[in-house]
């Protein structure tokens, strides 16, 4: 089955059109025709406004605002997000996360990607418009761009024309905003995994470590270059996600499209000229959708891996259809089965499968949080010798008791033992004051009677804290003794 035109991943060229007209200019650079590679083309992002322009700067103001202040966020005398990795400890607001703890990043994993999965089935790829990083600082270094060069046609008349002190001077303007925006975002990077107050006064007194300073170079780099220059070939070329959309997709899916049957045949007209029946359509072939596009396609070609969902040609369409006094909706948010002229579904059973998913593993996610220990306890024997045969006829065992006090309070614990015999704790009591968010490790002597009863035993740890019992935890260990 022929791909209706709207939803065809990689249509034919049209004569006259602008990929046309840059595959041609691309074969002539290379040196013939017969190139199998087109010339790239810088692309220069016309700025537009409309209810899903606005709707990106808001995710991007909201997003951005998030990142950057949240590294400064203090929650009870320390950073409330920290990702303490030499002590491999993880502060999220009130919570102290360990390595036992792993099963919540592999939910929250787990989660993040049948999300991706459950939006892009209902309205394709929502992320890549609105949430992806890529996406959202491109934006960041958009506005920065046009805030130095200005708009779209006076920064292509500013990269053609020969250099000129005007020209050094917004080019070394824009740069300036690109490198200190790319080095603070480094640096926010950083000061999540050291504490951003600590480092931004290493850097004030010149005292930062040779890690910190090369993962802010390292981090702002990537900022610089992915958000300033690769931009759209990120999109393009190095995002996976691109390729295995369409396996995602299906005749439901609400994607952004161009409605051909209504627009076609296209040509320019006057404001309230007479449409002469299927002489002429909708589109005027004014190109804005293309203009918009940050990744340069044109969305009347049909669906396009490029595509990256943003919808600035359904903004900059609308715009248009108003100008010329017809109906907007001429590139919008439809399924195939709407411009087949057939039933539509949205809540299909794919998507009805991935809702009920993400839906029990959120809700176990945070039941699981809620229901954390606070304590934990991780007992080792010591392996150099079996037991040891005391004076007074009784058998000895040394442990390593690690008390993991996931709180934020410090807190006295008492270490005792169940098992089988007369088993006895040395030291007596076995009491130790643990910080709030510490691994405290206690040696541990249990002694019985070497024959009462013959061979090992299993036996039971037990840890209380003083003040709360509701803070408690335990961890079973072998005994070993003389048997027969």
């Not at 810088?42 to 606005?54: A, L």
């Not at 292509?156 to 603070?184: C, E, M």
């Not at 442990?399 to 410090?410: F, G, P, R, S």
Request: hydrophobic share 45%.
């Amino acid at each position: 089955m022929n791909t209706p035109r709207a939803f065809r991943l990689d249509s034919p060229t049209t004569p006259g059109s602008p990929r046309a007209s840059r595959s041609v200019a691309g074969a002539s650079e290379a040196g013939g025709s017969d190139s199998l590679y087109e010339a790239q083309q810088k692309v220069y992002p016309r700025e537009v406004d409309g209810r899903f322009s606005r709707l990106r700067v808001t995710a991007a103001w909201v997003l951005l605002g998030l990142y950057y202040a949240n590294a400064w966020w203090q929650w009870n005398g320390r950073q409330a997000f920290l990702f303490d990795l030499p002590t491999r400890k993880f502060y999220v607001l009130g919570l102290v996360f360990w390595p036992q703890d792993f099963i919540f990043l592999t939910g929250l994993l787990i989660i993040a990607a049948l999300s991706l999965f459950f939006f892009t089935a209902l309205a394709g790829r929502l992320w890549c418009g609105y949430a992806c990083p890529q996406t959202v600082w491109t934006t960041v270094f958009l506005w920065m761009e046009r805030f130095a060069e200005g708009d779209r046609k006076e920064r292509i008349k500013l990269d053609q024309s020969p250099w000129s002190t005007r020209k050094v001077l917004r080019k070394s303007f824009k740069q300036f905003l690109w490198v200190t925006f790319a080095l603070w975002t480094g640096f926010t990077f950083v000061g999540y995994f050291t504490p951003i107050r600590a480092l931004a006064n290493e850097i004030v007194m010149g005292s930062l470590g040779s890690w910190e300073l090369f993962w802010i170079l390292f981090y702002g780099l990537a900022t610089y270059a992915n958000a300033g220059f690769l931009r759209e070939q990120v999109c393009k070329y190095m995002c996976p996600y691109a390729r295995f959309q369409s396996a995602m997709f299906d005749r439901d899916t609400l994607v952004i499209t161009y409605d051909a049957e209504r627009g076609e045949p296209r040509g320019a007209r006057r404001r309230g000229a007479s449409l002469n029946g299927a002489a002429s359509g909708d589109c005027v072939d004014c190109t804005w959708c293309v203009q918009v596009c940050p990744t340069g396609i044109d969305i009347r070609r049909g669906l396009q891996l490029e595509c990256i969902a943003c919808a600035a040609c359904i903004d900059a369409c609308d715009a248009v259809m108003a100008k010329v006094g017809s109906p907007k909706g001429l590139i919008r948010y439809t399924t195939q089965h709407a411009l087949e002229h057939k039933p539509t579904r949205i809540l299909r059973p794919r998507v009805l499968i991935y809702a009920t998913l993400l839906t029990l593993l959120i809700s176990g996610w945070i039941t699981t949080l809620a229901l954390r220990e606070p304590v934990a306890l991780d007992v080792i024997r010591d392996r150099n010798a079996l037991y040891r045969l005391l004076d007074d006829g009784r058998a000895e065992n040394v442990y390593d008791v690690k008390i993991i006090n996931k709180t934020e309070d410090a807190h006295r614990f008492r270490i005792s033992v169940e098992g089988v015999g007369d088993l006895r704790v040395d030291p007596d009591p076995a009491i130790f004051m643990v910080p709030g968010g510490e691994v405290f490790p206690a040696g541990i002597r249990v002694q019985r009677p070497a024959y009462d009863p013959l061979g090992s035993e299993t036996i039971r740890f037990k840890v209380e804290a003083v003040e709360d019992r509701h803070l408690h935890a335990s961890a079973a260990a072998r005994f070993i003794a003389p048997g027969r």
